[in-house]
């Protein structure tokens, strides 16, 4: 059967299973089953970039810890996981072989592979984008905008982001990485390249929870923000132990606050593919 959008979603910062969008995926196909569509027209690409740190990050804590009684040992490995790893990613980022570039192959050969299981056509895209992954797909999706070279930036509409048309961002990072720009501009959203047809059903949704320090709102940022974000979502995830506090970064996924709007935002853009523009 010819699949009809795809699905990208892509993990942020801690320690993170490869199975990730699992239980996220089976929602959002419930969700369209809910809604009378066909779950089998959407494909699904997760982006587990993990891997790419996980020894070293692993390494350092043992040689820091060996020899040394460091009390609060989760909270320390994931500081270590969430600023060594941003404090890497930025770093050297014009480096052929620095993690900013591996990051962003490992992204382009997932959408490669998304992009196959569509047929090998340039389809609608949605992106769903947790935390530091935000932050990944933003300089994704702003790279590619700003040159078109090959192979390097993609051969296709889709692999370009081209056809990008929906975003979702879930307790995003960014604004931390906008205090050594000059100018704070967002990418453009909806892309121009974007068919018609998919224009009005173009969303970025920005999620965050009050209680969760790492996500943010994105309107705020600059007016280029404002513009090409849709709206700042106010959600309250997690479970009776952290959902009021800081440690509920991680329930993002699979609350029903995020669901609901992702499974609509899914569902217009599926409708839209049978739609027909009037002029």
Request: a negative charge.
């Amino acid at each position: 059967m010819d699949k009809k959008v795809g699905v990208l979603l892509i993990h942020g910062m801690g320690a993170v299973a490869d199975d990730f969008a699992h239980d996220t995926i089976q929602e959002l196909r419930e969700k369209l089953s809910g809604r009378g569509l066909n779950r089998e027209d959407v494909a699904w690409q997760s982006v587990y970039w993990a891997p790419l740190l996980s020894a070293r990050e692993t390494q350092l804590w043992v040689d820091l810890s060996a020899e040394h009684d460091l009390n609060w040992a989760k909270m320390r490995k994931f500081s270590i996981n969430a600023f060594g790893t941003s404090a890497a990613y930025h770093s050297t980022q014009d480096r052929s072989e620095s993690l900013y570039q591996r990051l962003q192959g490992t992204v382009h050969d997932a959408l490669k592979e998304l992009k196959l299981k569509l047929g090998a056509e340039d389809k609608p895209l949605l992106v769903i984008a947790h935390s530091l992954g935000s932050v990944i797909m933003s300089d994704y999706i702003w790279d590619r905008q700003k040159s078109k070279e090959e192979p390097r930036y993609g051969a296709s509409r889709f692999e370009r982001m081209e056809t990008l048309a929906g975003l979702v961002t879930l307790g995003s990072n960014i604004p931390l990485f906008t205090l050594a720009c000059d100018q704070i501009a967002a990418i453009e959203f909806p892309p121009p390249e974007l068919p018609e047809k998919f224009k009005k059903q173009a969303k970025w949704l920005n999620m965050y929870d009050s209680d969760d320090v790492l996500g943010w709102p994105l309107k705020p940022l600059s007016l280029s923000y404002a513009d090409a974000v849709t709206e700042d979502i106010e959600v309250n995830v997690g479970n009776i132990l952290n959902s009021w506090n800081p440690s509920n970064h991680a329930g993002y996924w699979t609350d029903d606050s995020v669901i609901k709007p992702v499974g609509y935002l899914l569902s217009s853009i599926l409708e839209a593919c049978e739609a027909k523009v009037v002029r």
